[in-house]
């Protein structure tokens, strides 16, 4: 399987659709673009690849490179990365609703699980470089999260991992770090309580090239 047209047609085929134009019609692709992907005739994009992965569930890196695990498991898109220190403004990162990149839990997840790769030490010991937080797609009430760390979006923009405390001032919030000066008096637009946190050392992403290019953009625009 060197090519990626051969792992597109072995996944189908895992995956139990007899013609690509069944897996085609089932998921509402065109199926002469589909079928021009399989057989060959056209190379497919990571974006693709990422539709195809979840369709057939394997690895949107293994059908693009042959690198990694063929099987889908556990599989949670990193939404961006996250400051545990300087300030994190997240809209260089455009982000793409499936996520920069994927990666795969050493563990069961829910299909509502996102992630953020943690950059900065400002939550140092807790949280190292290259720490991944797991959180829920759906923003919570700052209030559910009251004393707790938690990933969250200031009203102007900014991404940071922090403690949450209730601020001076009605409606707004302070955001307190182990080795960085508190926050105070800030408002919150998104909110997502961490739910798990998965070591640097204990995932990989599925596009290794994915994350280092969404990386690279990354430490370009806050260096």
Request: include cysteine.
């Amino acid at each position: 399987m060197n090519e990626m047209h051969d792992r597109l047609r072995q996944a189908r085929e895992r995956a139990k659709f007899p013609s690509a134009r069944s897996a085609a019609i089932k998921y509402h692709w065109q199926p002469s673009t589909y079928a021009a992907h399989e057989n060959g005739q056209n190379r497919f994009d990571e974006k693709t690849a990422k539709k195809y992965a979840k369709a057939f569930k394997v690895s949107a890196g293994w059908l693009l490179t042959g690198e990694g695990p063929q099987e889908q498991k556990n599989v949670i898109p990193v939404m961006g990365f996250i400051g545990a220190g300087a300030e994190i403004m997240p809209e260089f990162e455009q982000v793409p609703p499936e996520g920069l990149f994927e990666i795969e839990a050493p563990f069961p997840i829910s299909e509502d699980a996102i992630a953020f790769e943690v950059q900065g030490d400002s939550m140092w010991p807790r949280y190292d470089a290259g720490d991944v937080v797991v959180c829920w797609r759906f923003s919570i009430s700052p209030e559910e999260v009251i004393g707790w760390e938690a990933a969250v979006r200031t009203s102007d923009g900014r991404r940071f991992l922090k403690r949450v405390l209730k601020g001076s001032i009605s409606g707004t919030f302070d955001l307190e770090s182990y080795n960085a000066p508190t926050l105070r008096g800030v408002h919150l637009s998104w909110v997502g309580q961490v739910n798990a946190v998965i070591r640097a050392t204990d995932w990989r992403a599925n596009n290794r090239h994915a994350r280092k290019k969404a990386l690279d953009v990354f430490k370009a625009r806050t260096a």
